[in-house]
């Protein structure tokens, strides 16, 4: 009787779960590391997952979790997956696109448009990022959601995991930080940073001190290359 209990707990457990399983492997297979346009990147094949049966029953798993049942950092693990399985999702239902933001349109841009099932809720990139995500006030959220951009941080090729989320969002951010087409270089006397530190600058406080830049250093910002991080 026990044994037939644990048993059902444990298929129980990982059936909750069973959406990381699905795109742990999606990631392994369909991205590499490469270049585009003189940027280093994590690469997606976003053909091959549309086209891999996975895909499908990733949506499915996905559309049966109930992320209201999770802890504070099982949360934040789980919205950042599913904001990068969105954008993900977005290129792969608009195929083909040169830029995810030609998804959108001037009445609807991209990130207002829902795109991901969870329950019996549509979610839109931008409702995850803002309502959500940005809410848990962690500025390193920023180096683990991915908008499927060739000056975005790297897509992570594993899922992030609640039991080491501060660790595997420190590993990006020092990725991108050392990535010098996306993240800092120095020229001269002034370091050029990605818009990324423009745009959420209340986030970031002091960027001298946060990005541990001289104060005799002046700091201009990057151009944003949007074209699809694609294989």
């Given amino acids: 009787m026990w044994r037939f209990i644990g048993i059902f707990l444990l298929l129980f457990k990982l059936t909750l779960g069973s959406y990381t399983h699905t795109w742990d492997e999606l990631l392994k297979e369909y991205t590499i590391q490469g270049s585009r346009e003189g940027i280093e990147a994590v690469l997606v094949d976003y053909e091959g997952i549309g086209g891999d049966k996975r ?28 904001y990068n399985i969105g954008a993900v999702k977005m290129v792969i239902d608009n195929h083909p696109l040169k830029s995810i933001r030609d998804a959108g349109s001037l009445i ?29 006030e962690d500025p390193l959220i ?27 969002m420190l590993e990006q951010r020092e990725i991108f930080l050392a990535n010098t087409e996306k993240g800092k270089r120095l020229e001269g006397d002034t370091y050029y940073v990605s818009k990324i530190y423009r745009w959420y600058r209340d986030e970031f406080e002091d960027l001298h001190t ?22």
Wanted: charged share 35%.
């Fill in 142 to 168: 920023h180096y683990a959601i991915v908008c499927a951009s060739l000056s975005c941080p790297d897509l992570r090729r594993a899922p992030y995991t609640p039991e080491n989320l501060r660790e595997e």
């Fill in 55 to 82: 895909w499908k029953i990733l949506l499915d798993e996905v559309r049966a979790e109930e992320p209201e049942k999770l802890t504070f950092e099982e949360k934040k693990a789980f919205w950042i997956n599913i």
């Fill in 108 to 136: 609807k841009p991209v990130w207002k448009r829902d795109i991901i099932q969870v329950g019996d809720a549509a979610y839109s990139l931008g409702y995850i990022e803002h309502d959500i995500l940005r809410k848990t």
């Fill in 210 to 231: 946060y990005l541990e830049i001289p104060k005799e250093k002046k700091i201009k910002y990057m151009d944003y290359n949007w074209s699809l991080n694609s294989k």
